[in-house]
């Protein structure tokens, strides 16, 4: 089995940032400091993260061809959606093709599926397209399986997420938390696929902290991080107690 993502991977861990949220929420989600790329992907190396994920405007005008490229590895996420539309029934479109990442120096490419959409049938042949030529351009593809909205809390949608992501051919999988037993049957589904977990809403320190214990423990390799660390006050100071929990 070929590794595709040891350019991504510290002691086999990950740690990523997320900063595709601009498309994804808004400009809600920002403040005066964190609404600059500039900030995020120094905070990204600071703070020691294995990995940083953009949308391709962003890595085009402050990643690629800049010192960033030899500090820290891309990851392009290929497709997004607004949170204007699409509610009850999502699909996120794809707006960068597998070769244009490469180009654009990423180490892996990033596609969201929702499941229990109308769409997945549309999502999955997309995918399933992105991750064969992923691999043929030695790219290592990630998978964004997320419920639709309003299945979050729906512990059988967690565990369908950790397996879809098996046998979609993800190398790594970002899933939601909804409660603990599903969270550790879904990296058993997944096996070989490596499961992160994914960040959300800013939350009180501990109760973040807790989760991620607790993930981790199951056998989740890391985090793919976002607000939970750049809307937080003191973010390097957070970053290094996240590291004590994946890294020891
Ligand atoms: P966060 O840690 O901030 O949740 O970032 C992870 C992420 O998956 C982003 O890549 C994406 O923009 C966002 O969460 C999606 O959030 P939502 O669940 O609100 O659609």
Redesign the pocket.
């Known amino acids: 089995m070929k590794d595709y993502l040891k350019n991504l991977l510290k002691n086999n861990k990950a740690l990523f940032l997320?900063y595709?949220?601009g498309f994804?929420?808004g400009p809600d989600d920002f403040n005066e400091i964190n609404y600059d790329p500039t900030y995020i992907l120094n905070l990204a190396i600071e703070g020691g993260f294995t990995g940083i994920?953009l949308q391709k405007g962003i890595a085009e005008k402050y990643y690629t061809g800049t010192l960033y490229e030899k500090k820290i590895p891309l990851i392009l996420k290929l497709n997004g959606k607004t949170n204007l539309g699409l509610k009850e029934d999502p699909y996120s479109a794809v707006n960068c093709s597998v070769e244009y990442a490469k180009e654009l120096g990423a180490k892996a490419v990033g596609y969201t599926i929702y499941l229990g959409s109308s769409y997945e049938p549309k999502m999955f042949e997309e995918f399933g397209k992105i991750q064969e030529k992923a691999h043929k351009l030695n790219l290592a593809v990630i998978l964004?399986a997320?419920p639709k909205y309003g299945l979050e809390d729906n512990p059988k949608i967690t565990e369908y997420a950790g397996r879809i992501s098996l046998e979609l051919g993800a190398d790594l999988a970002?899933i939601k938390y909804s409660d603990s037993q599903s969270f550790k049957k879904a990296i058993k589904l997944a096996n070989k696929t490596k499961i992160v977990l994914?960040?959300?809403?800013l939350k009180d320190e501990k109760e973040f902290l807790k989760t991620l214990k607790e993930v981790i423990s199951f056998g989740a390799i890391g985090v793919?991080?976002?607000?939970?660390v750049w809307q937080r006050g003191e973010p390097l100071r957070f970053i290094e107690k996240i590291k004590k929990i994946i890294f020891g």
């Open positions: 997320a595709d949220h994804e929420h994920v964004w997320y970002k994914s960040g959300g809403p793919t991080v976002g607000r939970n």
